[in-house]
């Protein structure tokens, strides 16, 4: 893409658009209906989180490479900024949620219903 | 990318760095990338947040299906429908952005002006439908109890939420008063006194037999909220503390009172986002139309601030899927 800059891409960004707006019509749906197969059980949290999640992130990467153009950046460039978020979130992410779950574990049974 | 940057023409150097480019980046868009970087971190600080204290009261934390389900100008409940419609206008104006970003690779300053021109009026768009799901969100639909242990009692008909309104009635009779600058000290005002009272709540439920209590417990084989007996509820009830209609950082009506807060505060941060885009997006127009870019010889603030604008658009994508969504 980078050596064509001059080039007009709009039609790849319709593409795009249709892509996100495709996801986010899924999203929605799935969100109103809640499949109970997918809502009420599931790995860790329910396969529907599962798949709202990753949903997410492919939404992410669309917006991420594509109108923030950073498939056109040198290859360096484009990792130390999404190694440098993708590694520190996750580490971040991970220590509070599980610290998030052992809170539950230890608070919830002092909680009188 | 490194074609489309041309050597600044009013040779002004100070702010490009001196004309190098590492990665072939120029200073101000490597700079913007890292400016992103680290606002990005921030707002995984606060979603981390959110999910620490959501995984914490896991088992009574608000559902959104239950919170958000107003859309402005019509009646009933439509869970989702209104912040999908904010998602598809925010995508949208990162679409006129990044048209705008390839009308300027062009160097079509007549394109690039209309489609900047869109993008704001998108944002602004957004900016005020958040501001709509505030108000709905403070002012609240149904009414609540509070509890002097700090839980929420919502109340039910057949299974379905109804608000106070629907079965207390009378005005308040016990006599308490909003303070205001008239009645009270000129530089004071009260808080907002509840429509109804405690005693006049409790009155009405024991009165009317077919209402039962909702607890904030979710009951993990159904993914609903539990629903209590009669019985039960009158003994919940009877720790009842205040009347809770709306939300504020105090109390609020939909649950724990954690929840309104990082609302408040997740989707207050972003909207900010949102505003300053607009402020920031409102100047480059401005210098679009007087020419300065096309004088420079190149369209590269335009690319920088719609990177800003897209990362708006990134972070509510996540906001959406973690508040109204997970």
């Known amino acids: 893409m980078a050596a064509h800059a001059h080039e007009s891409n709009t039609k790849r960004i319709w593409i795009v658009f249709g892509i996100l707006s495709i996801i986010t019509l899924v999203e929605v749906y799935l969100g109103i209906i809640k499949p109970e197969s997918l809502h009420l059980e599931g790995p860790g949290t329910s396969w529907l989180n599962w798949i709202f999640i990753i949903l997410t992130l492919a939404k992410a990467y669309g917006i991420a490479w594509v109108f923030m153009h950073l498939e056109g950046e040198k290859k360096w460039f484009r990792r130390s900024i999404v190694w440098t978020a993708v590694f520190l979130i996750i580490y971040l992410v991970t220590l509070v949620l599980i610290e998030g779950d052992y809170l539950y574990d230890t608070l919830a049974p002092l909680i009188k219903w | ?326």
Do not use: C
Request: aromatic share 16%; hydrophobic share 50%.
């Open chain 2, 1 to 326: 990318m490194a074609a489309n940057m041309a050597l600044p023409a009013d040779n002004k150097e100070t702010w490009n760095g001196g004309g190098i480019k590492p990665f072939g980046a120029s200073y101000g868009k490597m700079m913007m990338w890292f400016f992103i970087l680290s606002d990005a971190l921030t707002f995984s600080g606060f979603l981390a947040a959110y999910g620490l204290t959501r995984f914490k009261f896991i088992d009574s934390w608000p559902i959104a299906d239950e919170v958000f389900t107003h859309v402005p100008f019509i009646h009933g409940e439509f869970p989702m429908i209104y912040v999908a419609i904010m998602t598809f206008i925010l995508i949208f104006s990162s679409v006129t952005m990044v048209l705008a970003v390839d009308a300027g690779h062009q160097m079509n300053k007549k394109k690039v002006t209309w489609y900047m021109f869109a993008t704001i009026i998108g944002g602004i768009i957004f900016v005020g439908s958040q501001a709509w799901e505030w108000k709905t969100f403070i002012k609240g639909s149904y009414g609540a109890v509070k509890t002097t242990d700090g839980k929420i009692l919502q109340f039910t008909k057949d299974g379905k939420q109804i608000a106070l309104a629907d079965f207390v009635t009378g005005e308040r009779t016990d006599g308490v008063v909003q303070q205001t600058k008239k009645n009270g000290l000129w530089f004071e005002e009260g808080k907002a006194v509840p429509t109804y009272s405690v005693a006049q709540v409790i009155n009405a439920y024991n009165a009317n037999p077919d209402i039962q209590i909702r607890s904030e417990l979710i009951d993990f084989s159904q993914k609903k909220k539990v629903i209590l007996s009669r019985e039960k509820g009158a003994e919940v009830l009877a720790k009842a503390k205040m009347v809770v209609e709306g939300a504020d950082l105090k109390a609020n009506e939909y649950g724990n009172t954690i929840f309104a807060d990082f609302f408040f505060f997740i989707t207050g941060f972003h909207g900010f986002h949102v505003l300053s885009g607009i402020v920031i997006n409102i100047i480059i127009f401005f210098n679009v139309i007087l020419g300065t870019y096309e004088r420079r010889g190149h369209y590269e603030m335009v690319e920088k601030v719609g990177l800003y604008w897209h990362f708006v658009d990134l972070v509510w994508v996540f906001v959406f899927t973690f508040f109204y969504l997970v």
